[in-house]
């Protein structure tokens, strides 16, 4: 429970700084005062959107891991064979996070 409390905060925390970054780079924008309004929530949105894509890809990503990595150890210990196939379902949760990475990174280019 304590794993996942501190996943929880560590995504809040990656989504909040990424939010602010990309915000602050939006202020920074110069443009007509009509244009700037629009532009400015368009930007902000983009930036939550963002920040959640990592956030919360990252945070399942660590409760598969959490879930699958427990139970890929224990059947390693019992049967040896079984390793690649262990190591295989822990990789593919694993991309999870890569692919929220990945969507937040484009997202963060279209600003």
């Known amino acids: 429970m304590l794993v996942i409390l501190a996943q929880l905060i560590l995504g809040v925390t990656a989504s909040s700084v990424l939010a602010l970054s990309v915000n602050l ?19 902000a949105l983009i930036a939550l959107a963002a920040g959640l ?15 699958s990595g427990s ?12 390793f690649f196939k262990s190591f295989l379902v822990v990789a593919l ?16 280019l279209k600003l």
């Open 53 to 67: 894509a990592v956030g919360l890809g990252c945070l399942a990503a660590g409760m598969a891991i959490a879930a």
């Open 25 to 43: 780079k939006a202020n920074q924008i110069e443009a007509n005062a009509d244009q700037l309004a629009g532009t400015q929530w368009d930007k």
């Open 71 to 82: 139970a890929a150890i224990s059947a390693a210990t019992e049967k040896p064979e079984t």
């Open 93 to 108: 949760a694993e991309a999870l996070a890569i692919y929220g990475l990945i969507i937040g990174i484009l997202l963060w």
